[in-house]
């Protein structure tokens, strides 16, 4: 796999460079965590919290979407939401993007999710959009943390130029 394609994923600059943050009726920002920063994000309960990449570049189709989430507080270890991951693919001859989406359900416990996939060959930037879905009462479920999103392509289909012995 490449590298992290998604500039400031890991929060690393302590604020959102290269992210759009819309709060609406919850909260997000950046916090110290040790020795590093993540995301902190505090639902409302009408609508979605929503975190945005700035497009980035793609080499190749096969990509992996990988993030951290924690939700440390719970008030009541039923309280789940849904995160969704939501893929947008622009081609230079389209000026309509690819949508993906994809949903990950969020409970009480510290998660890494993992997705594996395939954008169209013809596809040259992606924008990743994070929605965190208000809860009727968001004190159930306490603050999320974000941290580690990246979004990497599969480069083992490069040639590999063997020397000679």
Wanted: hydrophobic residues 35%; charged residues 20%; contains cysteine.
């Amino acid at each position: 796999m490449d590298s992290n394609r998604i500039r400031n994923g890991d929060f690393t600059t302590g604020n959102f460079e290269h992210w759009t943050v819309s709060e609406n009726d919850g909260t997000a920002k950046v916090v110290r965590d040790g020795s590093g920063y993540r995301a902190r994000v505090t639902l409302g309960k009408g609508k979605s919290v929503l975190l945005e990449t700035a497009r980035f570049s793609i080499r190749r189709p096969k990509f992996k979407l990988s993030l951290d989430v924690s939700v440390p507080e719970p008030g009541d270890e039923d309280a789940t939401t849904i995160l969704y991951c939501t893929l947008s693919g622009f081609e230079p001859s389209q000026p309509m993007p690819i949508i993906s989406l994809i949903p990950f359900t969020l409970s009480g416990t510290s998660t890494a999710f993992e997705y594996i996939g395939d954008m169209r060959p013809s596809v040259t930037e992606v924008q990743l959009s994070i929605a965190l879905a208000p809860v009727s009462n968001p004190k159930t479920l306490g603050p999320i943390y974000l941290d580690n999103v990246k979004y990497t392509v599969d480069l083992s289909n490069k040639s590999v130029v063997k020397k000679a012995p």
